[in-house]
Every structure is written in structure tokens, then in C-alpha cells.
């Protein structure tokens, strides 16, 4: 039996931060969307990097075994 491939939403990078809308002009609005997005990003890109670590290195050992 072949391994099954990834669903390719999960293989995808992560989705675009949020951009600071143009009605927004003070330093405390700009600083709290970087704050978002800081958080938002590097959330992802873990969630992201975790799950494709644990399938490439769960494709390897099947691999291996057959």
C-alpha cells in the first residue's frame, strides 16, 4: 500500500498577515497589528513545521519498513 499524500491545504505555507487598515494612523495602532501579526505569524509557522516535520519523518519510517 503506497503512503497516502498530504492534504495539500497542510502543505501550504501560511496565510498573509493582516495588513494595518488605512483609517488607522497612530503609533498604538500600528504597533498593536504588528503585535497580531507577530503572534499570528509564529503560530502558524509552527503549527505548519510541526505537522509537516511529524509526516515527512512518519513517510520515512514507513518507507523504511517496507
Not at 498573509?16 to 488605512?22: E, H, R, S, V
Amino acid at each position: 500500500m503506497a503512503w497516502p499524500e498530504a492534504p495539500s491545504s497542510l502543505t501550504e505555507p501560511a496565510e498573509n498577515l493582516d495588513p494595518l487598515p488605512a483609517d488607522k494612523k497612530t503609533l498604538a495602532d500600528l504597533i498593536q497589528n504588528a503585535n497580531e501579526n507577530f503572534g499570528k505569524y509564529y503560530q502558524l509557522k509552527e503549527k505548519y513545521e510541526a505537522w509537516q516535520d511529524w509526516y515527512n519523518t512518519q513517510k520515512q519510517i514507513y518507507e523504511s519498513v517496507k
